[in-house]
């Protein structure tokens, strides 16, 4: 019997997609509120402007050193993304807008990772990337506390 | 003459033991596929079956664009240790606490140790990472929950 000779009695060829194990509730539960959370938070950022609401949460480390934390202004730059304002958003915290396409690339992958196992096809990053990263950040969060120009344009 | 469940999971066959050689050499077929022969028995895996123990050594190897999961075929590849880099990097940006910084540091040294090929340390790495991460999220947790307390009791000087 030649099975080639009849279209559909030949099992298709494996693939190791179709090997994927079934996603845990729990991963489940947790992407769904992680989904719903960010529309619900997106949604009230585009609606409230951070610089004239005062129910977003300020930053402890500010409150307490009157410090530039590397995260200060994160609220301020999305809802500025939000509105399509890039320079704006990157003149409150351009750490973060930079960061946003590494970010949205490694949560991918993170993602991936849990719910079918394998993640995006990617190396894992050189270490010196990771230092380089590491430098930026402490530079970021120092230079941007210096109250002088041009470096004083960091702040948020 | 045999069965077999295809990885559609729909039954084939009954076909010779040649014709199913033949599909695991196509890839059709593995040592997981279920196999059952025509006259009676129950479904087995077909690498339970000696007559096609050599079928399946001769086997087709994993096609050049399936990814290499690690340590699986490839031992030289780090195996899996997490960095925890994103994580890092949404509790520096988003916890407002320099712990960030921190967990940021360990997980670049995962990367430094597993290229040394430093498992031990790499893991020991990974697990300070995770460790900060989640001191860091509980941490900005805990502000924000304050923070919001205090703002509906009215509390937050303006």
């Known amino acids: 019997m030649d099975a080639e000779k009849y279209p559909g009695s030949v099992p298709p060829v494996i693939s190791r997609r179709s090997h994927s194990r079934a996603v845990p509730v729990g991963v489940l539960v947790l992407a769904a509120v992680f989904v719903i959370g960010s529309v619900l938070g997106a949604a009230v950022l585009y609606r409230f402007d951070p610089t004239r609401s005062d129910f977003y949460p300020i930053c402890t480390f500010h409150q307490v050193t009157e410090l530039h934390c590397p995260g200060c202004g994160t609220l301020r730059a999305a809802h500025q993304l939000l509105h399509g304002n890039l320079l704006a958003a990157l003149q409150k915290n351009a750490l973060f807008v930079l960061l946003l396409p590494v970010i949205g690339l490694l949560l991918a992958n993170f993602i991936l990772e849990r719910t079918r196992g394998r993640g995006l096809r990617v190396r894992p990053l050189p270490a010196a990337w990771l230092w380089a990263l590491v430098a930026l950040i402490l530079a970021f969060s120092l230079l941007r506390n210096l109250p002088l120009v041009p470096f004083n344009s960091l702040a948020p | ?158």
């Open chain 2, 1 to 158: 003459m045999y069965k077999i469940l295809g990885s559609d999971q729909q039954e084939y066959g009954p076909v010779t033991a040649e014709q199913l050689s033949q599909w695991v050499a196509e890839g059709r077929a593995n040592a997981q596929s279920l196999v059952k022969p025509e006259q009676g028995g129950e479904w087995r895996p077909m690498g339970s079956y000696p007559e096609f123990a050599r079928a399946l050594e001769n086997a087709p190897v994993p096609r050049a664009f399936d990814p290499v999961l690690p340590g699986e075929n490839n031992p030289g590849s780090a195996p899996g240790i997490p960095n925890y880099l994103v994580q890092s990097i949404l509790v520096t940006i988003c916890c407002c606490l320099p712990i960030g910084i921190v967990a940021v540091i360990f997980a670049a040294q995962v990367n430094t140790k597993l290229q040394a090929g430093d498992i031990e340390g790499a893991m020991k790495a990974s697990q300070n990472a995770r460790l900060w991460c989640w001191i860091g999220l509980i941490a900005g947790l805990i502000t924000t929950v304050v923070y919001l307390f205090l703002y509906g009791r009215g509390e937050i000087p303006r």
